[in-house]
């Protein structure tokens, strides 16, 4: 049972990323999925999220708008599309799996009740 999180790398300000977390040993399909951030000697801020059956979305006020989290359930896949790419999205960014809490309410972004992470993917916005 794994997630993968991959697609980090390192973009110009302005420019678009598409981050993926894949899972293998477990159907994606039933977990509601949230993408998490992190940089050095903060912490794990929730980015966005996605529900399982019903597909609802939330993000971070400091994301919307640039942000999108789509779901490929044939392929395993959840994706986080970032453009409008800022220096303050600098980040790690790590992918999680669980049933709950759902993505709507204000409970969409912690991380306790997250039964499955990915490792990690180093997204670096510079000129």
């Known amino acids: 049972v794994q997630l993968q999180a991959s697609g980090g790398g390192l973009v110009r300000p302005g420019g678009s990323l598409r981050l993926s977390c894949t899972a293998s040993?477990?159907?994606?399909?039933?977990?509601?999925i949230v993408w998490f951030r992190q940089v050095p000697g903060k912490g794990r801020e929730g980015v966005s999220c996605?529900?399982?059956?019903?597909?609802?979305?939330n993000y971070a006020d400091s994301v919307k708008g640039r942000f999108t989290i789509p779901r490929d359930n044939g392929k395993k896949t959840v994706y986080l599309q970032m453009n409008s790419l800022k220096p303050e999205d600098t980040a790690v960014y790590y992918c999680?799996?669980?049933?709950?809490?759902?993505?709507?309410?204000?409970?969409?972004?912690?991380?306790?009740?997250?039964?499955?992470w990915g490792q990690g993917t180093l997204v670096t916005v510079s000129s």
């Open positions: 999680a799996a669980g049933r709950a809490p759902e993505c709507y309410g204000g409970r969409w972004d912690s991380m306790i009740g997250r039964d499955y």
């Open positions: 996605i529900g399982s059956s019903d597909g609802n979305t």
């Open positions: 040993g477990f159907k994606l399909d039933y977990y509601v």
